[in-house]
């Protein structure tokens, strides 16, 4: 979609909150009797397509009309334009797009979780190895692991992860979307619910959100994180940007013809912390335990290498320049190094690290 356009229609949204879609959660003195009209002659055309706006329920939902302004439904064109909406309760506010309240933390199983994931995939003759998301939103929580006939599913208050070795979306019509770690899904829907596919290794792994709390680009970001289940995973933390540092890191992609789309690292050791963005031939990050390059030159080339295949199903490479050993692995059109200087960092941790870069938001 065009950029302006889809931003205009973005504010129209905004504005259509204080009368739809956000109407019931403001109390008190600040609520205002009005006398609107639920206008059904209006009609939607998304990227050329009819579309036509529903509740969860499935219930076609129309604009309302009033003072010649119109308000349109906000959740119903949220997820038709992949565009997350939050409300903070605690603040009265509306966020529309990334905000503050859209923070994303690992998932961090205790043992008992982890011990009947790992159960509910051992009952799969060659298809024991488990694999659960490693990130999930804020105030997200794994409620229950259920193996079915032909897959586990983990049953999130948020969320559904079903992994499978069958294709759920070969029957369905779709839209097919590359996502951040440049691996092909699938949008279809079942019923009222988008359900997004995607094969990862031996198998495929389908992420949906029953309540809708969950938009299509947040669905997509905890497909990306699904992955091998290890023994621990505490050891990683979520890396959270501040808006000055965000602005810094797509300063320094934006000096790159060509290569203007930004990247950044989402995970880091538990006890890192991000220092500063630099670019020369590449973007440098450096934290205090590890370094990020982000290129379009493959570092690796001219020496020894060992393959590797990451927990996403990224193909990746070993190499040591010196006394340092570096990963390298190709993200859309281009190259991430990552190393850890004062070696304080395992192979393990760089490669749990590695399936957590992708674009900024």
């Known amino acids: 979609m065009n950029k302006n356009i889809k931003r205009t229609v ?57 003072h010649d302004t119109t308000y349109l439904p906000v959740r119903a064109l949220s997820n038709a334009l992949n565009t997350p909406i939050q409300y903070d309760s605690k603040t009265n506010t509306i966020y529309i797009g990334a905000s503050t309240t859209d923070q994303w933390v690992l998932t961090n199983y205790t043992a008992d979780q982890l011990d009947e994931i790992k159960k509910a995939f051992a009952g799969f003759d060659g298809f024991e190895a488990a ?34 070795p069958r294709d759920y979306s070969s029957d369905y019509d779709g839209t097919t979307v590359t996502l951040s770690n440049g691996a092909n899904a699938k949008w279809y829907t079942i019923g009222d619910t988008s359900m997004l596919t995607v094969k990862v290794d031996d198998r495929y792994v389908t992420v949906s959100s029953p309540n809708k709390s969950l938009s299509k680009a947040q669905v997509e970001k905890v497909v990306v994180s699904v992955a091998k289940v290890g023994a621990v995973q505490s050891d990683l933390a979520t890396v959270t940007y501040t808006a000055a540092q965000t602005k810094a890191i797509k300063d320094e992609f934006a000096k790159f013809d060509g290569f203007t789309t930004a990247y950044a690292p989402t995970k880091m050791a538990k006890d890192d912390a991000f220092q500063k963005v630099a670019s020369g031939d590449s973007v440098s990050f450096s934290f205090k335990h590890m370094n990020v390059q982000i290129s379009p030159r493959d570092y690796s080339v001219g020496y020894d290498s060992t393959n590797v295949t990451l927990s996403n199903g990224v193909k990746a490479k070993w190499f040591t320049p010196s006394d340092t050993a570096m990963l390298s692995f ?32």
Do not use: C, H, W
Not at 137 to 158: C, R, S
Not at 330 to 358: C, H, M, P
């Open 10 to 66: 973005a504010t129209m949204m905004i504005a259509g909150m204080t009368v739809s879609g956000a109407a019931g959660v403001y109390a008190g003195t600040n609520m205002q009797k009005i006398n609107a009209f639920l206008n059904y002659s209006i009609g939607f055309k998304i990227d050329g397509s009819t579309y036509i706006p529903k509740d969860e329920n499935g219930n076609k939902l129309a604009p309302i009309t009033y």
């Open 131 to 164: 694999y659960a998301p490693q990130m999930m939103i804020k105030g997200d929580a794994l409620q229950k692991v259920a193996a079915t006939e032909d897959g586990v599913n983990l049953l999130f208050k948020n969320m559904t992860v079903n992994v499978s």
């Open 330 to 361: 190709q993200i859309d059109d281009r190259y991430v190094t990552i190393s850890s200087a004062d070696n304080s960092l395992t192979k393990a941790q760089i490669e749990q690290i590695a399936t957590g870069v992708a674009k900024l938001k």
